[in-house]
């Protein structure tokens, strides 16, 4: 259909320019809107198939895991092993080598004061949920300009 | 005495043939005037950081072209000399160098001629990179192997606001016709809408390349001044209540899905609009590269290497495409006025598209990710995260805003590719 407007450029049809404009920006904006509205039904259509593979592949994956991890359970059952313990926690359930790190980073502040490290607590963020260092990291790279 | 009066008069035969009175005769003030504004732009490019990396060899090249004699654009030329004199002939007689060097040729009015070659300036050479449509689409390659298409894939709604921001070119368009430009130069001039430095050289190349100079300076330019353009037409076209708004966070998007991504898009555009091709193919080139992960080293060579030096290479013949006589006219200004019309028509409608996917979702899509339609990559991005934390500075607009970012590149492409087979 285009190439058909191509030689009527300086003839009769483009003479007139509201002509002229009226075919230049339908077609314009037509065919933007004709490409890029079939790529979204192509990329929804792909990302939904890929998904729907991928979660296939994870299903039987997580199917496999769970029959290992049962017939281990068995094992387990008829000879108990002596575990290793888990390692002291410090503060609940917090380890005390990160405490010691999160001391050592106020610390690192640098303004001659002395700081203790009396209660560690898991703060939320507001909007997504994500984690303080998440949250650092997103806006050390969003910050505008 | 006659020493200094020797040196007096060799002084000033220097001065007679330099470019420095050529600055005072006929139209030398139009030049004087061009060099001011390149020193204006080269003070934005530093002192103000306005999209340093093109406005800097942008307005050095005007520069260059702007300083008479200069003769940096001056096209090759071949020139006819007569090998012996002839009587009543006013051409010049070659010597015997000129005779050794290009050989005699006997011409049917039985006279020997010598035709003396004499090579054109550095950036005539250089600008065939442009006139013949190879840097724009290398910057794109560039462009493609920096560009995460995921955000895209996530959300593949996105493209609907790539494609909104376009429709400015469109109306654009109609305001250049009726203003009474030619149908090529209104076309040239709409592209500047696409906020797309390297789409919009090379749609003006092929359309209007007499109007490069002061399409690349206003494409450019206004690209710089995203941040100050597109808040206040953001803010007038939106709500607190939109603006606010918090979008949930995008799928992760596997590598086979990046990976596939271009190759499709080549497929469907290259097919459908085969005029695009060169830009989209060299965008969708470049990012399979990058998601590939197979050839890291071209890769890296397309972001750096490559496109540093296709931008130097670019940005000066651009710049030395304005000189004053093509400059410094009525048209200038009406560009430049056009310019600014197409990029906030370009907004303004990403925006408008924006808020209609507002509607249409229920709330789950902040109307600000529009603007970022206009491509300007990452810089509308940003703006729409900037404007976006205004109002809630807990929300995080950046990802989505990607999105329709990288869609509006693709949309630009493709709207040039509609203009130039169309109007070619």
């Known amino acids: 259909m285009l190439t058909s407007f191509t030689p009527s450029v300086g003839t009769e049809l483009f003479d007139n320019k509201g002509m002229l404009m009226a075919v230049i920006t339908a077609s314009g904006i037509v065919v933007v809107f004709a490409i890029l509205i079939l790529l979204i039904f192509i990329f929804y259509a792909y990302g939904a198939a890929f998904r729907a593979v991928t979660e296939a592949g994870e299903r039987k994956k997580a199917k496999a895991a769970e029959a290992a991890a049962s017939a281990q359970t068995a094992v387990i059952t008829e000879t108990p092993a002596a575990t290793e313990a888990p390692a002291p926690l410090a503060d609940g359930e917090i380890p005390g080598e990160i405490i010691a790190v999160i001391a050592a980073a106020v610390a690192s502040l640098g303004d001659g004061k002395a700081y203790r490290v009396k209660k560690v607590v898991r703060s939320r963020t507001p909007a997504a949920g994500r984690t303080p260092w998440a949250t650092s990291g997103l806006f050390e790279n969003t910050r505008p300009f | 005495m006659e020493i200094?009066?020797?040196?007096?008069?060799?002084?000033?035969?220097?001065?007679?043939?330099?470019?420095?009175?050529?600055?005072?005769?006929?139209?030398?003030?139009?030049?004087?005037?061009?060099?001011?504004?390149?020193?204006?732009?080269?003070?934005?490019?530093?002192?103000?950081?306005?999209?340093?990396?093109?406005?800097?060899?942008?307005?050095?090249?005007?520069?260059?072209?702007?300083?008479?004699?200069?003769?940096?654009?001056?096209?090759?030329?071949?020139?006819?000399?007569?090998?012996?004199?002839?009587?009543?002939?006013?051409?010049?007689?070659?010597?015997?160098?000129?005779?050794?060097?290009?050989?005699?040729?006997?011409?049917?009015?039985?006279?020997?001629?010598?035709?003396?070659?004499?090579?054109?300036?550095?950036?005539?050479?250089?600008?065939?990179?442009?006139?013949?449509?190879?840097?724009?689409?290398?910057?794109?390659?560039?462009?493609?192997?920096?560009?995460?298409?995921?955000?895209?894939?996530?959300?593949?709604?996105?493209?609907?606001?790539?494609?909104?921001?376009?429709?400015?070119?469109?109306?654009?368009?109609?305001?250049?016709?009726?203003?009474?430009?030619?149908?090529?130069?209104?076309?040239?001039?709409?592209?500047?809408?696409?906020?797309?430095?390297?789409?919009?050289?090379?749609?003006?190349?092929?359309?209007?390349p007499e109007y490069l100079g002061p399409i690349a300076v206003a494409a450019y330019s206004y690209m710089a001044l995203v941040p100050i353009i597109q808040p206040p037409i953001m803010r007038a076209l939106t709500t607190k209540k939109e603006r606010a708004v918090v979008m949930t966070q995008l799928r992760t998007v596997s590598k086979t899905e990046k990976i596939m991504f271009p190759i499709i898009v080549t497929i469907v555009v290259a097919l459908l609009l085969p005029s695009a091709a060169p830009l989209v193919g060299m965008l969708m080139l470049g990012n399979l590269m990058r998601e590939s992960g197979v050839v890291k080293r071209i890769s890296d060579a397309a972001q750096n290497e490559l496109m540093n030096i296709v931008t130097i290479f670019l940005g000066t013949t651009v710049g030395a495409t304005a000189r004053a006589e093509v400059f410094l006219t009525k048209e200038t200004l009406l560009i430049v006025f056009l310019g600014l019309a197409a990029f906030c028509l370009g907004t303004a409608f990403g925006v408008i598209f924006g808020k209609l996917m507002y509607v249409f979702t229920g709330g789950k899509v902040n109307p600000l990710i529009g603007s970022a339609g206009v491509s300007a990559v990452p810089m509308a991005a940003r703006v729409s995260q900037k404007v976006g934390q205004e109002t809630n500075p807990s929300n995080y607009l950046l990802m989505h805003a990607l999105g329709p970012n990288v869609a509006g590149v693709i949309g630009s492409a493709v709207a040039a590719g509609v203009l130039l087979a169309v109007l070619r």
Request: charged share 10%.
């Open chain 2, 4 to 208: 200094l009066s020797s040196i007096w008069d060799s002084i000033l035969s220097i001065l007679n043939e330099s470019g420095l009175l050529f600055l005072f005769e006929g139209d030398g003030w139009k030049n004087a005037i061009m060099i001011a504004v390149a020193c204006f732009l080269l003070y934005l490019a530093i002192g103000k950081q306005f999209e340093p990396l093109l406005l800097l060899p942008i307005a050095f090249g005007m520069l260059l072209v702007n300083l008479p004699l200069s003769g940096v654009m001056d096209v090759p030329l071949t020139e006819l000399k007569l090998a012996a004199p002839v009587s009543g002939s006013d051409l010049a007689i070659a010597d015997a160098t000129e005779i050794a060097k290009y050989g005699q040729i006997v011409m049917p009015d039985g006279n020997t001629y010598v035709e003396v070659a004499h090579s054109g300036g550095l950036l005539y050479y250089l600008y065939l990179g442009v006139k013949l449509g190879i840097y724009p689409p290398l910057i794109f390659l560039g462009i493609g192997a920096m560009s995460d298409f995921g955000p895209l894939l996530a959300n593949p709604k996105s493209f609907i606001l790539g494609a909104a921001a376009q429709i400015g070119i469109f109306a654009t368009f109609c305001g250049a016709i009726l203003l009474g430009f030619p149908a090529k130069v209104a076309g040239a001039i709409a592209i500047i809408g696409g906020a797309d430095g390297p789409t919009a050289i090379y749609v003006t190349s092929r359309l209007a």
